[in-house]
């Protein structure tokens, strides 16, 4: 599709519109394959819930999504999400790759809050509340394919983001006075001299070293879920990424509040990651 298509979602509170766009609009976005799209004053919540469940009954689930973005009004459509279907390489199936916004300004930022609990061993315990806020992300994006070999889906991740606050509240989000803080969170590409990351860091790459989301059934019968980064191609090395936190503090309602100040890893390689949930 030669001419990018552009939906302007206004979707308050779950409740969408469609808006006409003026030319000025769509001609600040270059043709080319695929789709791009973009949001506007994007903002849902509600109670719904997603739960994974083991063979044995067991499971861990998140509900209670709340999700909001700001916008850059001075550019509403120059900076779309961009929607291709690229070639996979010799002897590879096609893959579907989506590109984030670049972001340059910063201006589209993400506020995020949901609730997650695990029912097990007869207990259903609520483990709190995970509260984003100002969460910025700076270009990146996601590929879909399916593996070289075997079921599931391989993937592929990059990114660079800035967040404001990480904040993991045991009693929920309206009780914030019981909470673990992360502040001015940042994650990207390492740079040479440690600084501040300035470009995405590719986590994962279906065509050099791919994710991997699949369910596993071993020879004794046992099912997990399983969730993975493979070892990258030979001759070459995995991305090396930083991850930066400004300060880590604990809150407390009997008043032993506690900074831990800042904590920095300058370079991350991600060689190799194998994750099974199983009863």
Known sequence: MRAALLVL???PALASALEPLPDSALAKVAGRDGMSFNLSNFAMSGNAEL???????DSIGIGNLAASRSDNTDAPFADPYRLDVVPGGTGRADMINIAFPQNAAGREVWRIAYDFGVRAGGFDVKNGSVILKDLVYYGGGLQWSTPVAGDGLAFGFATRIELGSLTLAPNGRDATNEAMVLSNVKIGAATSDGSAPTAP??????????????????AAGNSSLHIGVGWPDAGKAAPSGTLQIGNISFRSDAGANMDLGSSRIGSIQLQYLDIKFRQ
């Not at 739960?51 to 009954?57: F, H, I, K, L």
Request: proline share 4%.
């Open 9 to 11: 979602l206004c979707v």
């Open 51 to 57: 739960r994974y469940y083991t063979p044995g009954g």
């Open 201 to 218: 860091w590719q986590i994962a790459d279906v065509t050099s070293q791919a994710g991997i989301f699949n369910a596993r059934t071993d």
